[in-house]
C-alpha cells in the first residue's frame, strides 16, 4: 500500500485523488505501467482515464512502437 503524507499532497497543490491522477499518468507515459494498472491506481475506471490520456493528448502507443509495427 502506499501511503502519501499529507505534507506532500499539501506541498503539491493538488488534491490526494489529483495527485493520484497525475502519478498514474506519469508512471503510464513511462511505460511503467500499463493503462488498466494506472486507472486503478488513479482509483478511477480505465473508461475516465482513457479520457484523461485523451485530453492530456497522450497516445496509448510511443512512436517507437508504431514504427516497429509499420516495418
Given at each position: ?28 507515459q ?23 490520456l ?18
Open positions: 500500500m502506499l501511503v502519501i503524507e499529507d505534507e506532500f499532497v499539501k506541498a503539491s497543490k493538488m488534491s490526494e485523488p489529483e495527485l493520484l491522477l497525475e502519478l498514474a499518468v506519469v508512471l503510464f513511462k511505460a511503467k505501467l500499463s493503462s488498466h494498472r494506472a486507472a486503478k491506481l488513479a482509483k478511477v475506471s480505465w473508461d475516465d482515464f482513457m479520457k484523461e485523451y485530453k492530456r493528448k497522450i497516445s496509448l502507443f510511443d512512436e517507437e512502437t508504431i514504427l516497429d509495427e509499420l516495418k
